[in-house]
């Protein structure tokens, strides 16, 4: 069974700068979560993804934005990069939507903005 | 609003001892609950889950409690080992349609040899 895979591992951008964070879901999983995390804090859900479609959003801007592909695996992208978003960029997969599905993540993306 | 917290940021247990680690949480509709490990360069791992229907579950080694009256919940590692050294999160989640997972913000444990 293959986990969840994200990349690239880390990246450094400036800002202004827009990105693309990639995500692989795992085997069998359709819906898909991202969240951030600054350091020392735990992750805050930014958005999830089911059936192709946003399903529901954290309080994050609209200049965060994703994508879902029929294979389930996503895309996070962020525009206009700001110094804030510096941070630690994770991907949960689950079997299905529901509430009691556990989440299964990856081990993030390192994005840095200078 | 939404809160998860946890009692204490750092623990620090001696190995083959059995750790506690705490959490409150704020909200009567959570439904949902999840312990995570994560490592230091590391995604966080799934360790236990318990539906709010239940007062306890146990795993390999870790159990978890939860106290709907006081709105708590713990999670109790049996003969800590160096492995377990990690940040800890209880997450809480709830019904509404779609999974929006609510992580605190973390238990550092240390094991001592």
């Known amino acids: 069974e293959t986990g969840v895979t994200q990349s690239p591992t880390h990246l450094i951008k400036t800002r202004g700068q827009q990105v693309t964070l990639r995500c692989s879901s795992q085997s069998g999983h359709n819906t898909v979560s991202w969240y951030q995390q600054a350091l020392g804090q735990g992750p805050q859900f930014i958005f999830q993804?089911?059936?192709?479609?946003?399903?529901g959003r954290g309080n994050f801007p609209p200049r965060f934005s994703g994508l879902q592909f029929p294979n389930y695996s996503s895309e996070l992208n962020v525009n206009a990069l700001e110094l804030d978003d510096s941070a630690l960029y994770l991907c949960a997969s689950s079997a299905g939507q529901g509430v009691n599905q556990p989440q299964h993540f990856g081990d993030g993306t390192r994005l840095s903005i200078l | 609003g939404e809160s998860v917290g946890l009692h204490l940021p750092t623990l620090s247990v001696q190995e083959g001892d059995n750790s506690i680690i705490n959490c409150a949480y704020s909200n009567s509709a959570s439904d949902y609950f999840i312990w995570y490990k994560q490592e230091s360069g590391k995604g966080p791992q799934f360790i236990i889950d318990?539906?709010?229907?239940?007062d306890k579950r146990q795993g390999q080694r870790v159990t978890v409690l939860l106290n709907k009256t006081v709105k708590h919940l713990s999670l109790q590692i049996a003969a800590t080992q160096p492995g377990d050294s990690a940040v800890y999160f209880c997450?809480?989640?709830?019904?509404?349609?779609?999974?929006?997972?609510?992580f605190g913000t973390g238990t550092k444990l240390q094991v001592i040899p």
């Open positions: 997450a809480e989640n709830r019904a509404g349609g779609y999974q929006k997972v609510t």
């Open positions: 318990i539906r709010s229907n239940m």
């Open positions: 993804y089911y059936r192709e479609e946003e399903n």
